[in-house]
T-cell receptor, first 115, second 111 residues
């Protein structure tokens, strides 16, 4: 996707609220999607993934929704906690052929959770 | 398992110098990749490998070389450092159909 420079989208929530982070992916051929969490000074940390044959997948406090028609992903975090504050990235992958090893990242969303 | 280990954690280079960023994984993962992350941006793929002896270019390969002589190691070489290569570099590995595991990054400054 295109870079939009230094101004990442931001989401501010109160502790205990539910958070929804959205992502538009770029390639209609992508068939594997991942959400990563990145805390300051650290590498991305895997949260949850989903394949294109599913439209919803749930983990512990997190749910990923996939809408292939409009090429849209969302990450829902239930009962958001201050420790959830981070930058969240979606990533897409084409799981076949020469593109198998490639993961393309979105620009990221800054989530801030206020106590 | 140590996971994905990157060294060094920090490095300052002068323009024109060369260096190698090291990446090692002990999980017997087939796939390994190098990404760079510039301030306020997502990660961009530099090079990747689908197995020992096999590498391919990503989105921003210019100025970087890689090799994959073993499953465990995937070093990234900067041939002649430029200020535009100032960035945080992440190495990642992946097993089969699962998501990548990332290292903690190397912060590189080129002056």
């Amino acid at each position: 996707g295109e870079s939009v420079g230094l101004h990442l989208p931001t989401l501010s929530v109160q502790e205990g609220d539910n958070s929804i982070i959205n992502c538009a992916y770029s390639n209609s051929a992508s068939d594997y999607f991942i959400w990563y969490k990145q805390e300051s000074g650290k590498g991305p940390q895997f949260i949850i993934d989903i394949r294109s044959n599913m439209d919803k997948r749930q983990g512990q406090r997190v749910t990923v929704l996939l809408n292939k028609t409009v090429k849209h992903l969302s990450l829902q975090i239930a009962a958001t906690q201050p420790g959830d504050s981070a930058v969240y990235f979606c990533a897409e992958n084409i799981g076949r052929g020469t593109s198998y090893g490639k993961l393309t990242f979105g620009q990221g969303t800054i989530l801030t959770v206020h106590p | 398992n140590a996971g994905v280990t990157q060294t060094p954690k920090f490095q300052v280079l002068k323009t024109g110098q060369s260096m190698t960023l090291q990446c090692a994984q002990d999980m017997n993962h087939e796939y390994m990749s190098w990404y760079r992350q510039d301030p306020g941006m997502g990660l961009r793929l530099i090079h990747y490998s689908v197995g020992a002896g096999i590498t391919d270019q990503g989105e921003v390969p210019n100025g970087y070389n890689v090799s994959r002589s073993t499953t465990e190691d995937f070093p990234l070489r900067l041939l002649s450092a430029a200020p535009s290569q100032t960035s945080v570099y992440f190495c990642a590995s992946r097993r089969g159909d699962y998501g990548y595991t990332f290292g903690s990054g190397t912060r590189l400054t080129v002056v």
